[in-house]
């Protein structure tokens, strides 16, 4: 009799503690597959946004006409601007030949060589150096046409 009280406590507690289990493993199951869930909502997919590259600006001294197409009066976006509102930003120099970097108030750059026209007066570029480029306008003083040396100094350079 004994015996058979001591397997009927093992065989009662074998049954307890399968119960329990089962219990909590479906507990902690249930936990898992409530944060996966809860982390599928709160996962926020975004989408890559569309963006292209903006088209260069192809500058051609030679190739832009004015507003008048009959007038065939050279201009460059260079013209658009007062020479005081130019800045000159950097140089280029290749095969012993220094270019000038311009920029415009906008914040367009563009590479200017000796003949180039800039300015609103028609400024032609005489000398591009290494820290400053020197321009003559032509302007009129009444019935005389006047020639004024302007200087481009290179921006953060000593003046």
């Known amino acids: ?7 009927q406590i093992i065989f009662l507690c074998l049954l307890l503690t399968a119960c329990g289990t089962d219990e909590r493993e479906r507990e902690l199951q249930g936990y898992i597959n409530q944060l996966k869930i809860t ?4 996962e926020v997919i975004s989408k890559p946004q569309h963006w292209a590259l903006p088209k260069p600006v192809v500058y051609n001294p030679h190739g832009y ?3 008048s197409q009959t007038a065939k009066i050279t201009t460059n976006p260079l013209q658009s601007y007062p020479l005081k509102n130019l800045q000159f930003v950097g ?4 095969n012993n030949k220094i270019s000038g970097y311009v920029m415009t108030p906008d914040g367009m750059l563009y590479l200017v060589n000796e003949g180039d ?3 609103e007066d028609y400024g032609k570029i ?3 150096d290494t820290d400053h480029i020197e321009v003559i306008e032509k302007t009129m003083a009444g019935s005389q046409s006047v020639e004024k040396k302007v200087e481009l100094k290179l921006k953060d350079s000593p003046e």
């Open 1 to 7: 009799m004994k015996n058979i009280s001591l397997l």
């Open 126 to 128: 005489v000398k591009v």
């Open 91 to 94: 140089i280029l120099k290749q």
């Open 117 to 119: 026209v800039i300015g």
């Open 65 to 67: 006409l004015g507003k």
């Open 39 to 42: 982390a599928e909502q709160k």
